[in-house]
T-cell receptor, first 112, second 115 residues
C-alpha cells in the first residue's frame, strides 16, 4: 500500500508567487516525514523534516512544510518562488527500520 | 560540509556483465543504504547495511545484488549479471549518530546504463 502520495506530477507557478507541493501519508502513529529536492543530474538534497514538536517546519532555501495530522498531510510551501526552485521534489517517510519510502515525486516549474 | 561521494558518475555496461558501484559515506556515519531510481520513476529502497551486515533488503535486491564495506571507508554495490531493467540511477546514502540520526545524506548517484 502506498504510504506516501504526491498527487501532482507537476506544479507550475510564476516567479514571486507562493508555491505549494502536496504530500499525504497513510500510516498510523506519528510519522517521520521528509522533503528532498533533486536538481537535474544531481543527487537528492535534504530540505526539511518533521519528527516531533512544532507542526510548521522550516528548512533550506526558504522552504517550509506543515504537518497536519487530521488531514494526514505534509505539504511543502514557499512564500515566493524563484526560477531556481525548478526541480523534482520528493516527499518521504522514514519507517521503523529507518529506511526512506518515497512518494512518486512532483516536478516544480517556476516560470519567469 | 562532509558529503557522500559516488563513483563512477555514469557506467555503461553490456547485459550479463558485472558492475561495481562505489560509494564513500560520511566518515562518522554508521548506517548505509542503496536506493535506485529508474528514469522518470520514484526512488526505491534496495538495501540497508549496518555493522558489516545487511539490515534489510527489498524484493528488488535479489541474488544478483550484493553489498560490501571492504575497507572501512568504501561501500559498494555489486550487480553480478546485469539485466536491461537494471538501468537506473543508483544512490548511496549514509546516516550518522547523534542529532542527525534520522537524516540520510545522499550521494550524487551513479547512472547505470545496461545495453
Amino acid at each position: 500500500a502506498q504510504s506516501v502520495a504526491q498527487p501532482e506530477d507537476q506544479v507550475n507557478v510564476a516567479e514571486g508567487n507562493p508555491l505549494t507541493v502536496k504530500c499525504t501519508y497513510s500510516v498510523s502513529g506519528n510519522p517521520y516525514l521528509f522533503w528532498y529536492v533533486q536538481y537535474p543530474n544531481r543527487g537528492l538534497q535534504f530540505l526539511l523534516k518533521y519528527i516531533t514538536g512544532d507542526n510548521l517546519v522550516k528548512g533550506s532555501y526558504g522552504f517550509e512544510a506543515e504537518f497536519n495530522k487530521s488531514q494526514t498531510s505534509f505539504h511543502l510551501k514557499k512564500p515566493s518562488a524563484l526560477v531556481s526552485d525548478s526541480a523534482l521534489y520528493f516527499c518521504a517517510r522514514m519507517d521503523s527500520s529507518y529506511k526512506l519510502i518515497f512518494g512518486s515525486g512532483t516536478r516544480l516549474l517556476v516560470r519567469p | 560540509e562532509p558529503e557522500v561521494t559516488q563513483t563512477p558518475s555514469h557506467q555503461v555496461t553490456q547485459m550479463g556483465q558485472e558492475v561495481i558501484l562505489r560509494c564513500v559515506p560520511i566518515s562518522n556515519h554508521l548506517y548505509f543504504y542503496w536506493y535506485r531510481q529508474i528514469l522518470g520513476q520514484k526512488v526505491e529502497f534496495l538495501v540497508s547495511f549496518y555493522n558489516n551486515e545487511i539490515s534489510e533488503k527489498s524484493e528488488i535486491f535479489d541474488d544478483q545484488f550484493s553489498v560490501e564495506r571492504p575497507d572501512g571507508s568504501n561501500f559498494t554495490l555489486k550487480i553480478r549479471s546485469t539485466k536491461l531493467e537494471d538501468s537506473a540511477m543508483y544512490f548511496c546514502a549514509s546516516r550518522g549518530p547523534g542529532r542527525a540520526v534520522n537524516e540520510q545524506y545522499f550521494g550524487p548517484g551513479t547512472r547505470l546504463t545496461v545495453t
